[in-house]
């Protein structure tokens, strides 16, 4: 008996170990994507894209996960060149709403997937999680999607103690548009959803576009006596001359309370790993000494 069990339990181990070598040698979809935020993802479950739209602004404005050189360029995001992604022989396309003009055309070469980090109805952290396990369920990834979820879930848990001091007053997120003009993230955007599971205070509370952002003058952030800003890279020339000795910038309430910082390049369109990356930026910001002048501020209190 004794044998016979051992046989078994041999066997099952056998065939466990079949099953998982059979699973990693399954080949990997060939995955065309266009939209930055779904690149980011596909790479955060291990997918290297066939072809991306873009790639070097992806570089320049997405950066993590970093894209593999060599990775075809399809063109403009929201106008591909279809003949470059047939050349491709993709497996899968997946496009955003803001490409359905052109499913049919795309459908033509492979199956399409739509799929959308940003709606008008809806949180973008849940969105981001459910693009994330629709396109680890498209490519086979079920366990990476897993695995990129708990990830996301632990990095913010990791960074809202060592966010603690921006919780002191709110907090105004902005990019600058040229010298006068900003961008200032609120309510719908995926800065604000991380910001919401982090405790801190989104100072901007009004109305935002469909991307959860929306654009003024330099002279509407006067009226915030208590807030603090933070300030993406990159920072136009223009506008850095703005924060060195602009009248109206050296006015602003959290100017003069060395109340601004400077935050590296992060992408405001991204899905869970543009928002693992935002609370890093956030924990390391709240960390590092502070630095005093009216440009480069201390936004923690």
Same mark, same amino acid.
Request: without cysteine.
């Given at each position: 008996?004794?044998?016979?069990?051992?046989?078994?339990?041999?066997?099952? /181990?056998?065939?466990?170990?079949?099953?998982?070598?059979?699973?990693?040698? $399954?080949?990997?979809?060939? #995955?065309?994507?266009?939209?930055?935020?779904?690149?980011?993802?596909?790479?955060? %479950?291990? =997918?290297?894209?066939?072809? #991306?739209? @873009?790639?070097?602004?992806?570089?320049?404005? #997405?950066?993590?996960?970093?894209?593999?050189?060599? =990775?075809?360029?399809?063109?403009?995001?929201? @106008?591909?060149?279809?003949?470059?992604?047939?050349?491709?022989?993709?497996? !899968?396309? =997946?496009?955003?709403?803001? %490409? &359905?003009?052109?499913?049919?055309?795309? /459908?033509?070469?492979?199956?399409?997937?739509?799929? $959308?980090?940003?709606?008008?109805?809806?949180?973008?952290?849940?969105?981001?999680?459910?693009?994330?396990? &629709?396109?680890?369920?498209?490519?086979?990834?079920?366990?990476?999607?897993?695995?990129?979820? &708990?990830?996301?879930?632990?990095?913010?848990?990791? /960074?809202?103690?060592? =966010?603690?001091?921006?919780?002191?007053?709110?907090?105004?997120?902005?990019?600058?548009?040229?010298?006068?003009?900003?961008?200032?993230?609120?309510?719908?955007?995926?800065?604000?959803?991380?910001?919401?599971?982090?405790?801190?205070?989104?100072? *901007?509370?009004?109305?935002?576009?469909?991307?959860?952002?929306?654009? *003024?003058?330099? @002279?509407?952030? +006067?009226?915030?006596?208590?807030?603090?800003?933070? #300030?993406?890279?990159?920072?136009?020339?223009?506008?850095?001359?703005?924060? +060195?000795?602009?009248?109206?910038?050296?006015?602003?309430?959290?100017?003069?309370?060395?109340?601004?910082?400077? !935050?590296?390049?992060?992408?405001?369109?991204?899905?869970?790993?543009? &928002?693992?990356?935002? /609370?890093?930026?956030?924990?390391?910001?709240? $960390?590092?000494?502070?630095?005093?002048?009216?440009?480069?501020?201390?936004?923690?209190?």
């Amino acid at each position: 008996m004794r044998n016979v069990i051992f046989s078994r339990r041999a066997l099952m /181990a056998g065939t466990a170990a079949l099953l998982a070598r059979r699973a990693m040698a $399954a080949p990997v979809p060939r #995955v065309v994507a266009f939209d930055w935020g779904i690149v980011e993802t596909l790479l955060g %479950l291990g =997918v290297v894209p066939a072809g #991306v739209a @873009e790639g070097d602004g992806y570089v320049e404005w #997405v950066r993590e996960p970093a894209l593999p050189p060599g =990775v075809p360029d399809l063109g403009l995001r929201l @106008e591909p060149n279809l003949e470059a992604v047939a050349r491709l022989r993709p497996d !899968l396309i =997946v496009i955003t709403p803001q %490409l &359905a003009s052109f499913e049919p055309m795309l /459908a033509r070469i492979a199956p399409t997937l739509s799929l $959308a980090i940003f709606d008008e109805e809806g949180d973008v952290w849940t969105r981001a999680r459910q693009v994330a396990l &629709a396109l680890a369920a498209a490519t086979g990834r079920e366990e990476a999607g897993a695995r990129l979820l &708990a990830e996301a879930d632990a990095v913010l848990e990791a /960074a809202r103690p060592k =966010v603690a001091p921006l919780t002191a007053r709110p907090l105004y997120l902005a990019s600058f548009v040229d010298a006068r003009h900003v961008r200032v993230y609120g309510r719908g955007s995926l800065f604000d959803a991380v910001l919401t599971r982090l405790g801190i205070a989104n100072a *901007f509370t009004g109305p935002t576009s469909f991307w959860g952002f929306v654009t *003024f003058g330099l @002279e509407h952030l +006067a009226t915030a006596q208590d807030a603090a800003l933070l #300030v993406f890279e990159p920072v136009p020339p223009e506008a850095r001359a703005t924060m +060195a000795h602009g009248p109206l910038w050296q006015r602003l309430p959290m100017v003069e309370a060395g109340r601004v910082g400077l !935050l590296p390049t992060v992408w405001s369109f991204g899905g869970l790993v543009s &928002a693992m990356r935002f /609370a890093r930026v956030l924990a390391d910001h709240a $960390a590092a000494p502070a630095v005093s002048g009216a440009g480069r501020g201390d936004a923690r209190g």
